[in-house]
């Protein structure tokens, strides 16, 4: 492929390979689904009337402890396979 | 006015480590700077899952949300035409069609296309209408922000633009467009992961969908059945409308020419990622209407102030449907989370214009008409400093919409002139190879003369439509119609390029290859399953 959209400005492949996204991402959805476990095991029970007694900080803490964990590991597999 | 909703510390400390992670991430970019085009185009190195995900976010910001929410409060499920017919057929078409010329060209930006494939002009004109719009643009939405914090929580407006503004400078000015797509990528999450459980709870109390449509106004239930005429529906739009409008125009010309869409897929690692990028995006945004539509329709169902409105007995503020809602069936937890997701989406909204910005300013303006020819470095510090005013930029626009509310509907109109007419360039650069260079400017010019003089008819009521919308899918239309014509007869009288100069630019001129990679990696397979999907999903709300 000829090189069309450079006449002016160099353009180097410096071949860059960022960090994976999915460390920060896991880590910060596993730190949420931590605190809102946490929140909802141990914290007030009369905020549930809102949800229908549903204690949905509890479930949803649940579901993104998995989905974060899930992306750590992933994670840690690109990472093993790279190498 | 008390603030709708009260934090708690629990909320604060989600919210708190949204923001510390932006910024890690963002200054742990830096150091993968080196040239401009790791910070223009994230170095061309992306993997398709995250720049289709970035890709789907930069239209799925708060502003969206939010008035899609009340859009689907007003109209019911015709909303879903935003998602479905507006934007599926448009995506597929960017990854199978264009995306070759985009990203083989190895242009770095939409207006260096037009430089390619007609003239400077061209350019020109594209390069500094998009520069200015997306500054406004990013205004606009800060203060929309603004707004809906001071409402939601009580904040100053002043303390909500400066917040989001800082941040998005920090993390910008370190990691350029891999910050900026990072972001939408972390935002995606949290705005599904933020809005999903306020719709299980409201479903959970209406007794599930077949309750949820008991509630409901028969003309709220179905996207196609009352499009018959305009007068039928809500919306007050036919389907002619619907489909030239919406479908045709307005959103192959956002999709397949707006900058700010098209440079998350220059970002990919390869073409076939590239092509990918827009096809996969297709099916999460399938979805959207899950966490916009439902809990629009939620609100019409439970919220009194939308279901008397529906009598004509009220005229509610529709824009706050959403943020009532959360707060009538989140905790303190959720309830963060949720907006946490809102402020993320209007964070990472900013940021996609900023990166656009400094990107068509520093390769199209700066580097074509102010310094041409300098060093790499040179650039990469401009994109830069161009953050920077960029950013501040902003903050001034966001203060002078501050004391002209009207403003906002005025910029998004203007911004409008300028999309619409931009897909006809395209299409006719891309497939048709007599397309001239004069052709290409005087057709764009003339489309978005078209489209500004089509709304002085309309204000000044020569023109009638049923509705706003209406008029606008209209506009679109004739803007389309008046570049795609102009563009054809200019080209007829005018000196075309060579053939040799074209080769690569335009579909006939260009070698097909053909994908060898399996089966399941194919955009054109995707492609298709995408569009199979959504005439199921269409059949199925008709």
Redesign the interface.
């Known amino acids: 492929m000829e090189k069309k959209g450079s006449e002016s400005m160099t353009e180097k492949k410096s071949g860059s390979h960022f960090f994976d996204l999915k460390i920060p991402l896991g880590l910060l959805l596993s730190f949420y689904g931590l605190i809102l476990l946490l929140y909802g095991l141990f914290g007030p029970d009369r905020i549930y009337e809102k949800s229908l007694g549903l204690n949905v900080n509890s479930i949803w803490g649940a579901v993104m402890l998995i989905i974060g964990a899930l992306f750590l590991g992933f994670a840690h597999y690109s990472r093993k396979n790279s190498r | 006015m008390n603030p709708i909703i009260s934090m708690n510390f629990?909320d604060y400390?989600?919210l708190a480590?949204?923001l510390v992670?932006t910024l890690?991430?963002g200054y742990?970019?830096k150091k993968?700077m080196?040239?401009?085009?790791?910070f223009f185009l994230?170095?061309r190195?992306?993997p398709s899952w995250?720049t289709s995900l970035a890709f789907l976010s930069a239209n799925l910001g708060a502003l969206e949300v939010i008035g899609m929410v009340a859009n689907s409060a007003k109209y019911g499920i015709l909303t879903v035409h935003f998602y479905w017919i507006g934007a599926i057929p448009a995506m597929i078409f960017l990854g199978l069609f264009m995306m070759p010329f985009y990203y083989?060209?190895?242009?770095?930006s939409v207006p260096?296309y037009l430089k390619?494939r007609y003239n400077e002009a061209t350019r020109g004109v594209n390069a500094f209408s998009f520069a200015i719009m997306t500054l406004l643009m990013s205004g606009i939405s800060m203060y929309a922000m603004a707004l809906i914090f001071r409402m939601m929580l009580g904040w100053s407006l002043t303390s909500s633009i400066l917040l989001s503004a800082l941040v998005v400078l920090i993390y910008v000015f370190f990691g350029g467009l891999?910050s900026s797509i990072?972001n939408e990528?972390?935002q995606f999450?949290l705005i599904w992961?933020g809005l999903l459980?306020a719709v299980y709870?409201g479903l959970?109390?209406v007794g599930g969908f077949s309750g949820l449509a008991a509630r409901l106004p028969e003309t709220f239930l179905h996207a196609w059945k009352n499009m018959g005429s305009a007068a039928a529906n809500p919306m007050g739009v036919d389907w002619m409308g619907v489909v030239l409008g919406l479908g045709f125009v307005l959103s192959f010309g956002y999709w397949t020419t707006d900058f700010l869409v098209v440079q998350r897929t220059l970002a990919s690692e390869n073409i076939s990622a590239a092509r990918r990028t827009p096809i996969m995006a297709a099916f999460p945004k399938m979805l959207v209407p899950l966490i916009v539509v439902v809990p629009g329709l939620l609100a019409v169902a439970i919220l009194p102030e939308y279901s008397l409105a529906l009598q004509g007995s009220a005229t509610p503020d529709y824009n706050s449907a959403l943020i009532l809602l959360l707060a009538?069936?989140?905790?303190?937890?959720?309830l963060g989370?949720a907006i946490t997701g809102l402020l993320a989406s209007f964070m990472s909204g900013m940021a996609g214009n900023v990166t656009a910005f400094n990107t068509v300013w520093t390769?199209d303006i700066y580097?074509?008409y102010i310094k041409?020819?300098?060093?790499?470095k040179h650039?990469l510090m401009m994109g830069k400093l161009a953050t920077i005013f960029g950013v501040l930029f902003s903050i001034g626009t966001a203060y002078i919409v501050q004391s002209f509310p009207n403003l906002m509907d005025y910029m998004q109109l203007i911004f409008s002139f300028f999309n619409a007419p931009l897909f006809a360039t395209f299409l006719l650069g891309m497939f048709w190879k007599k397309a001239t260079p004069w052709g290409g400017f005087f057709g764009l010019l003339s489309g978005i003369l078209m489209a500004a003089g089509h709304y002085l008819l309309y204000k000044l009521n020569v023109i009638h439509y049923s509705s706003e919308m209406a008029a606008n899918f209209f506009q679109a239309w004739w803007a389309w119609l008046t570049d795609f014509g102009v563009t054809i007869l200019v080209s007829l009288f005018t000196k075309k390029k060579s053939e040799s100069e074209l080769?690569?630019?335009v579909y006939s001129l260009t070698p097909r290859t053909r994908g060898s990679e399996m089966f399941w990696r194919r955009p054109e397979i995707w492609g298709s399953i995408a569009l199979i999907v959504m005439v199921i999903l269409n059949i199925i709300f008709w």
Do not use: Q, W
């Not at chain 2, 080196?34 to 790791?38: L, V």
């Not at chain 2, 041409?372 to 790499?376: E, I």
């Open positions: 629990i400390l989600i480590a949204y992670i890690v991430v742990a970019l993968y080196k040239t401009s085009e790791d994230s170095g190195s992306l995250i083989n060209t190895k242009v770095r260096e390619l891999s990072y990528v972390i999450f992961l459980p709870v959970k109390a009538h069936y989140l905790p303190s937890g959720v989370l390769y580097g074509t041409k020819n300098m060093p790499d650039y080769r690569g630019l």
